[in-house]
């Protein structure tokens, strides 16, 4: 089967930015012009790749083309970057990474990226529990995830754990103390969205009943998440290494030191011979030794 790199790349682009109009933007050419690809390339293979709403979408058999366009794009970047150096050109990498590995040990990650004079990242923040998702849809290239078993067509290996403790402020601590332990059942807690249940096993785990649970307050970015525990608007699971300073400071207590959670994480990537992938993974080998428990 012949699939143009053009078709492919149209597919991408859709997919991507949400609209044809913004595609067509994005390739230099018109709305047209990628209206045309898009159904020539459905053509070809016989099934819808696009659905045609607000945004665009990718089709399961889309999405699978659409990983296969990426993969092409970026070895013919590389190629192309080989044969005719260009200081000013630069390579996407997509990769997925959760919140609280953003704010703490990818942030090395980061770093080393810094020096690349020939990469662009774009980082989807995502759960670890669903980063593997956006590669299942071709969205990224590399993710940050909890799940072992690899996506089709991609490698997968263990980083280390995230370890995760509860904590509150010593004010709402105080004021939410029965018999001097802490009342679960009235203290109000915060979460960071709908997929984080890191708080929510816990008070489980104590014997709160679903329906009773405490008032919950949800905060969505990891920084903002910690700086609303430490102001005492609730208590949550934090990552030890943001923790402990805070602890050390008086301005964080734990709740139960003696039963932490460990995330273990993984390194899914698509398997590509790629010079550009295989160092931002040495990278993120890199950051995780230096951070992660073992």
């Known amino acids: 089967m012949d699939l143009p790199a053009p078709q492919l790349a149209a597919l991408v682009a859709v997919v991507d930015r949400g609209t044809f109009e913004a595609a067509a933007r994005e390739l230099h050419v018109t709305a047209s012009a990628v209206s045309q690809r898009i159904r020539a390339l459905e053509s070809a293979v016989g099934q819808v790749l696009v659905r045609r709403a607000s945004p665009c979408?990718?089709?399961?058999?889309?999405?699978?083309?659409?990983?296969?366009?990426?993969?092409?794009?970026?070895?013919?970047?590389?190629?192309?970057?080989?044969?005719?150096?260009?200081?000013?050109?630069?390579?996407?990498?997509?990769?997925?990474?959760?919140?609280?590995?953003?704010?703490?040990?990818?942030?090395?990650?980061?770093?080393?990226?810094?020096?690349?004079?020939?990469?662009?990242?774009?980082?989807?923040?995502?759960?670890?529990?669903?980063?593997?998702?956006?590669?299942?849809?071709?969205?990224?290239?590399?993710?940050?995830?909890?799940?072992?078993?690899?996506?089709?067509?991609?490698?997968?290996?263990?980083?280390?754990?995230?370890?995760?403790?509860?904590?509150?402020?010593?004010?709402?601590?105080?004021?939410?103390?029965?018999?001097?332990?802490?009342?679960?059942?009235r203290m109000p807690v915060v979460v960071f969205n709908a997929k984080d249940t890191l708080q929510h096993d816990l008070l489980a785990e104590v014997g709160v009943v679903t329906g009773r649970e405490p008032p919950t307050h949800r905060v969505p970015t990891s920084t903002d998440f910690l700086e609303a525990v430490t102001l005492g608007l609730g208590w949550g699971m934090v990552p030890e290494t943001q923790l402990l300073p805070l602890e050390r400071a008086g301005r964080l207590v734990r709740l139960r030191p003696d039963r932490p959670v460990d995330v273990p994480l993984h390194w899914q990537r698509w398997r590509l011979d790629s010079l550009l992938l295989g160092r931002v993974t040495e990278a993120v080998r890199r950051a995780a030794s230096a951070h992660l428990r073992r």
């Open 57 to 185: 979408t990718a089709t399961p058999a889309g999405a699978t083309l659409v990983r296969l366009g990426r993969a092409q794009a970026l070895l013919q970047a590389e190629v192309r970057t080989a044969l005719e150096p260009d200081e000013g050109r630069r390579t996407e990498l997509g990769l997925a990474v959760n919140a609280d590995s953003l704010a703490t040990w990818f942030r090395d990650v980061l770093a080393e990226a810094a020096t690349w004079d020939d990469t662009v990242l774009r980082l989807e923040v995502e759960d670890q529990a669903h980063s593997h998702e956006l590669l299942r849809r071709g969205e990224t290239l590399a993710a940050v995830t909890s799940d072992p078993e690899p996506v089709q067509g991609c490698s997968v290996e263990p980083l280390g754990t995230m370890r995760y403790l509860p904590a509150a402020a010593p004010a709402l601590l105080e004021r939410h103390l029965s018999r001097g332990a802490p009342d679960w059942s």
